[in-house]
């Protein structure tokens, strides 16, 4: 099975700073889907951004970003001038087409907006 | 459109008794997904439904949890009886067939075993 890593457990980031929450993935196959996930304190899991393997280019949302590595098998977060509402925990996720809709899931991390 | 909805919000019940948690996916969504979220941790799968079909049920324990999607629309899943351990929020989710598509999540169920 796919295995996603989340190597930061807590991350903190001043207001209106940037800051970036790192994933790894361990996977054989070539075509796949990643996603970041944000969960904020005792609300519902929402998708922040996804990725499709077979694109070169970053994906972008708003203050949103990701830096795909995929021969490294990183897909890290870059948050823009953080907000004290993108307090959260964050996960990211890979999906593979090959197990139809099986979604891995990394342990998360915790990120604090200090105004 | 409404999102995938899930009952009860919270559920407090004394070990060995059944607690029943009920979601509705959203419309037209044939994956359908329970989790299982302890605090500070990641989801991690207990059954999938594709339509009616669990297709993925490996990560279930069967002795005391049991899961039904009989028409291929809203699910149950059961656990009889709770353990201290059940304490966790159970998440549901669901998603469409496409290749790249995203799962969609419920507020979740906070279940205490007391």
């Known amino acids: 099975a796919q295995t996603v890593t989340q190597s930061q457990p807590e991350m903190s980031v001043q207001e209106a700073e940037t800051v970036t929450l790192s994933c790894t993935y361990d996977t054989s196959e070539s075509d796949y889907y990643l996603f970041w996930y944000k969960q904020p304190p005792s609300r519902q899991m929402i998708l922040v951004i996804r990725q499709e393997a077979y694109k070169q280019q970053n994906a972008t949302e708003n203050r949103f970003s990701v830096n795909f590595q995929k021969a490294a098998k990183s897909f890290s977060l870059k948050i823009s001038d953080s907000q004290l509402g993108d307090a959260a925990m964050y996960f990211c996720?890979?999906?593979?087409?090959?197990?139809?809709?099986?979604?891995?899931f990394g342990t998360g991390t915790s990120l604090t907006v200090i105004p | 459109e409404a999102g995938v909805v899930q009952s009860p919000r919270y559920k407090i019940i004394e070990k060995k008794q059944p607690v029943a948690f009920w979601c509705n996916p959203i419309?037209?969504?044939?994956?359908l997904y329970w989790y299982l979220q302890n605090l500070g941790q990641g989801p991690e799968l207990l059954i999938r439904y594709e339509n009616e079909e669990a297709v993925d049920d490996s990560q279930l324990p069967k002795d005391r949890f049991s899961a039904e999607r009989l028409k291929g629309v809203d699910s149950t899943l059961k656990i009889q009886p709770a353990e201290l351990g059940d304490s966790a929020v159970y998440l549901c989710a669901s998603s469409s067939q496409g290749r790249n598509n995203e799962q969609f999540f419920g507020p979740g169920t906070r279940l205490t075993v007391l």
């Open positions: 419309s037209g969504h044939n994956t």
């Open positions: 996720a890979y999906r593979s087409p090959n197990t139809g809709n099986q979604f891995y």
